[in-house]
């Protein structure tokens, strides 16, 4: 479903030397697999997930997603695509703040091209426990309830594919377990493939696939 | 969710700098519509003014003179000419080409105790049975009419009619009795004084600001009548039926002067208009002059009014740049703690061009309900101060009556704002979704 192949990417520094971020010869992901993805500060992990959802290009190689190759795609067309297949989750929940708990999960749907869902949209928030917080705007709600709502967003369009960058490193101990809970009995039920960036070991046990970055990524090796 | 719907969202997340801005585009529309919507009234009633006769007949002098004189009763009345003149249109050479003529005397003015200086105007009762001032949107001539009382008598010297302001103005009512003044001073010499018998109702016109007298009775003030000559023939008394008991009687021919005569051709004679011009501007006796009121007034307007419009328009055409700045410098200002949420956007799938859609969108809707408001308010004003201004100068301001020019603020508007709006949604165009995310590595 995921797969990802010789993908480079490097920064140029203020003294106009390239400073490689990634190298990945090899890393693919199953249909509905889900997988933890662990590193350093600093080691590429978000430029990875950022590549992915083709937020960032990549310099070299292919990032198929769902049989597609993302890096191939002309930037509008990829934007589609995003806005269809990936779902993403934040680390500091990135919600609108002019807009309802609804309409932050609707906006997820406007840019797919196909008519915004509302009742999906309502009975998604529903499940993440916020069916009475549907017209409260992010201000008025608490983290873990914003990071409830990013959820609901991200699964809106149905995608193929979560990446979630860090979901819970916001979030205090008490509600990092039920964000957790949300992200995999969502996946599971719809069958999307999620990759999961995290810190926290509590986290990552509970996964049968941790991948380190390291590991995955030649560039990280040498810096 | 619709572009407008994302769009009018960020402008309530930000509705103080949103009404503010939205605050000043209203203000230069009202300020357009004010400017649009007076010249239109004002050149409206410059054209009312002059309707209704063909030409004004007057002695040697500037035709603006003649025309600020005897139609809206402005500046210094011109030297008179023969009584004998007016009669040539009555029953002499150019009767036949005559349908009416009306005598004008001017020279006396009426000065209330608050310094307030009304004309008064001598004339005969055909000035408002017969003229006609002006004409409705359905095209129909509009005739005097009177709020109270009724028409002066061709037969009773000295009785009055007064227009609504004049009337408003001076608190003279129907029975009451006033003094003309000498002169265009508040110090001339009172004269014998005449009873109001009619107060008008409002025309609109300069006549709303004017006493109106008999001629009969204007004639034989004092200081009206020319010296009598000591040669001239006797001429047979003037008989006047229905006299009330006591009146003098009425000035000899010879001694007469009128100002003006107000002429109205013939319609029957397709030449009269080219008649009376021609015999009176070119015939033998070039004692006076015939010029029509209709072009002069478009004259004064082309002259005097289109140009002064034209500043006042580009004044305010100014106005809504500044505010369609205040726009862009709203919008433009909000970009840097907005590229979050743009970024956001984006990397929910939303396009570059999407993004950019949303921001002109929201530059278009704060000019178009600016716009709107100001709309709004320009003839919310006019709607407050029309009773204010007709009760003070007779003009009837028909506030929610629109200008065609108006009809195109609103795409006009549109283009303004989609201008205005391209560089902040340039901005949003090249929002970098990774950096401003915080994806550094």
């Known amino acids: ?223 | 969710m619709s572009y407008f719907k994302i769009a009018w969202r960020n402008m309530q997340e930000r509705a103080l700098a949103s009404s503010l801005t939205g605050l000043s585009m209203a203000l230069g529309v009202a300020l357009m519509v004010l400017v649009l919507v007076i010249h239109e009234v004002v050149v409206a009633q410059l054209s009312n003014d002059a309707q209704g006769y063909n030409f004004i007949v007057a002695g040697k002098g500037s035709p603006y003179e003649i025309v600020l004189t005897t139609v809206f009763h402005v500046g210094k009345p011109l030297y008179p000419i023969p009584w004998k003149y007016y009669q040539k249109f009555v029953d002499g050479e150019f009767a036949p080409y005559t349908d009416l003529a009306v005598p004008i005397c001017l020279g006396d003015s009426y000065p209330t105790e608050d310094g307030q200086l009304f004309r008064v105007v001598g004339t005969t009762p055909d000035m408002f049975n017969e003229l006609s001032y002006g004409a409705d949107s359905q095209g129909n001539e509009k005739r005097y009419e009177f709020s109270s009382g009724r028409n002066f008598r061709q037969s009773h010297f000295f009785e009055a009619v007064i227009g609504s302001v004049a009337a408003n103005r001076t608190g003279l009512k129907v029975g009451d009795r006033f003094q003309p003044s000498h002169g265009i001073s508040a110090e001339g010499k009172k004269h014998d004084d005449f009873e109001v018998v009619g107060i008008l109702a409002p025309t609109g016109t300069a006549n709303d600001r004017a006493l109106f007298v008999n001629v009969e009775g204007f004639l034989l003030l004092d200081g009206h009548a020319r010296a009598a000559k000591t040669d001239a023939v006797a001429e047979p008394p003037i008989v006047v039926a229905d006299a009330p008991p006591g009146q003098p009687a009425p000035l000899p021919i010879s001694q007469r002067e009128v100002t003006s005569i107000l002429v109205r051709c013939n319609p029957e004679e397709m030449m009269a208009p080219m008649q009376i011009d021609m015999g009176v501007n070119k015939g033998d006796d070039l004692t006076a002059q015939a010029v029509a009121p209709v072009s002069v007034v478009e004259r004064l307007q082309a002259s005097f009014l289109a140009p002064m419009r034209l500043i006042l328009l580009v004044l305010t055409v100014m106005i809504v740049i500044v505010a369609g700045i205040s726009i862009l410098v709203s919008i433009y200002n909000s970009m840097s703690e907005r590229s979050h949420d743009i970024a956001v956007m984006r990397a929910l799938g939303a396009s570059r061009n999407a993004v950019m859609v949303v921001i002109l969108v929201e530059s278009i809707l704060l000019s178009i309900l600016g716009g709107l408001a100001g709309l709004v308010l320009g003839h919310g004003v006019l709607a407050l101060a029309s009773p204010v201004v007709e009760y003070y100068t007779g003009v009837t301001v028909r506030a929610w009556s629109f200008t065609w020019q108006e009809t195109l603020l609103v795409p006009g508007l549109v283009a303004f704002a989609a201008v205005v709006g391209f560089l902040p949604a340039l901005s949003a165009y090249r929002t970098d979704v990774a950096k401003t995310l915080g994806g550094a590595r």
Do not use: W
Request: hydrophobic share 45%; glycine share 6%.
């Open chain 1, 1 to 223: 479903m995921l797969v990802l192949e010789n993908v480079r990417k490097a920064y140029i520094e203020p003294s106009g030397e390239p400073l490689p971020i990634l190298d990945v010869e090899r890393f693919e992901i199953a249909a509905g697999e889900q997988v933890v993805l662990r590193g350093r500060s600093g080691c590429g992990k978000t430029t990875l997930l950022n590549c992915i959802a083709g937020l960032t290009t990549a310099d070299s190689g292919t990032i198929m997603v769902n049989g597609r190759d993302v890096t191939k795609l002309p930037e509008a067309t990829r934007d589609r695509f995003r806005a269809t297949y990936i779902g993403f989750v934040f680390q500091t929940f990135n919600l609108l703040p002019a807009f309802t708990a609804l309409e932050n999960v609707m906006l997820g749907m406007t840019f797919t091209g196909s008519k915004p869902d509302a009742v999906r949209a309502a009975q998604l928030l529903t499940d993440v426990g916020l069916g009475h917080r549907l017209t409260h705007k992010p201000r008025a709600l608490s983290v873990g309830e914003q990071q409830r709502v990013a959820v609901a967003r991200a699964l809106a369009n149905r995608p193929v594919l979560l990446l979630a960058d860090e979901p819970t490193a916001n979030v205090d101990p008490a509600h990092q377990q039920h964000i957790i809970d949300l992200l995999r009995s969502a996946c599971e039920q719809e069958n999307i493939a999620m990759l999961l960036v995290t810190h926290s070991p509590e986290v990552s046990q509970q996964f049968s696939r941790v991948e380190e970055l390291e590991r995955v990524n030649r560039a990280a090796r040498v810096a």
